[in-house]
């Protein structure tokens, strides 16, 4: 069955360090990918989606992404993290295109805890 | 704009009430869409409007009721719920419901019943 992982349930960085967040994908063709933040009761909020093109994606708030095909990856970077980036982060795909194929699956998130 | 409201933003509701939940978007948008989030897991996928159209109903009890009056506006009428409904509940809307185009989603609605 198609699914999303990520590895790592919770992971604590200080603040002003690098973060890497692991995202893996189980699915024949390249799909849609989509990394989305939620702070404690809030909403999702998008940081960055791969369709196509430039492997290496910008989003906001200084994050990047890179789609690693021969690795089934969507890894999320962050050069330098601060304090507010303390949050619950998720890995997203869809399928393709129609249907139920154009769900949103998600992975279980991994939460980020940055110390001072 | 980006953003996608919900109302209300908390709700206590016994097991015999009627409640609803209002969400709006004015990106233009085609598709909307309701999830329920438990605590420490992802959003699971309720119901999907597309051109104000039912398409995906994801077996959801038929004491959730969805209602898209028009491309704008998406409701969720409340009736007869458990416990176990307790959650937070999310809209999301995109440019269209066939998954090529991102989702964007609102703050949540967060409904104890007691």
């Known amino acids: 069955a198609q699914s999303v992982t990520q590895p790592d349930i919770h992971i604590t960085v200080s603040e002003g360090a690098s973060l890497e967040l692991r995202c893996n994908y189980s699915y024949g063709a390249t799909p849609y990918l989509f990394w989305y933040v939620q702070s404690p009761g809030q909403g999702l909020q998008l940081l960055l989606k791969y369709f196509s093109g430039d492997t290496l994606v910008q989003g906001i708030k200084g994050f990047e992404a890179e789609f690693k095909r021969s690795q089934s990856s969507f890894n999320l970077r962050k050069p330098s993290v601060h304090w507010s980036d303390a949050a619950e982060y998720f890995c997203a795909v869809v399928l393709g295109y129609g249907g139920s194929q154009g769900n949103l699956i998600f992975g279980k998130g991994t939460k980020l805890s940055v110390k001072p | 704009d980006t953003e996608v409201t919900q109302t209300p933003k908390h709700l206590v509701m016994g097991m015999t009430n009627k409640k609803s939940l209002k969400c709006e978007q004015h990106?233009?948008?085609?598709?909307m869409y309701w999830y329920k989030q438990k605590a420490k897991k992802p959003p699971e996928l309720m119901f999907v409007?597309?051109?104000?159209?039912?398409?995906i109903n994801e077996s959801v009890p038929s004491r959730f009721s969805p209602e898209c009056p028009n491309s704008s506006l998406l409701n969720l009428h409340l009736h007869a719920l458990q416990p176990e409904d307790s959650a937070l509940y999310l809209c999301?809307?995109?440019?269209?419901?066939?998954?090529?185009?991102?989702?964007?989603f609102g703050p949540g609605t967060r409904l104890t019943v007691t």
């Open positions: 999301a809307s995109s440019q269209d419901g066939q998954g090529a185009y991102e989702q964007y």
């Open positions: 409007y597309s051109y104000e159209k039912l398409s």
């Open positions: 990106m233009g948008h085609r598709a």
